[in-house]
Nanobody, 123 residues
């Protein structure tokens, strides 16, 4: 099993940047595919980005492509989500999740979830 703890959320103006961290414990994070999802009030949880276990390929939702970057630091057992040029529609609770298989852009592919961190972008 792996335990995940997100941090780095906060309040930022439109156009600003934040970096979210997902610290893993219990197992090496590179043995999992780790994704970031977000959920706004009244909406379903949606895929944001993922980094594939071992090989490290990354994939993004169209809405964040070119603005967000996912990365992994194996030495720190942490996955990051660098978010630039933030927009008010990026406001949500952001979750990191770890899994070992399945369609990596979907919630069922992930078995372990963090508690979430709030990101609020003001206009």
């Amino acid at each position: 099993q792996v335990q995940l703890v997100e941090s780095g959320g906060g309040l930022v103006q439109a156009g600003g940047s934040l970096r979210l961290s997902c610290a893993a414990s219990g197992r090496t994070v590179s043995t999992y595919t780790v994704g970031w999802f977000r959920q706004a009030p009244g909406k379903e949880r949606e895929f944001v980005a993922t980094i594939i276990r071992s090989i490290g390929n990354s994939y993004y939702a169209e809405s964040v492509k070119g603005r967000f970057t996912i990365s992994r630091d194996n030495a720190k057992n942490t996955v990051y989500l660098q978010m630039n040029t933030l927009k008010p529609e990026d406001t949500a609770v952001y979750y990191c999740a770890a899994g070992e298989g399945g369609v990596v852009t979907t919630v069922p592919a992930y078995d372990y979830w963090g508690q979430g961190t709030q990101v609020t972008v003001s206009s």
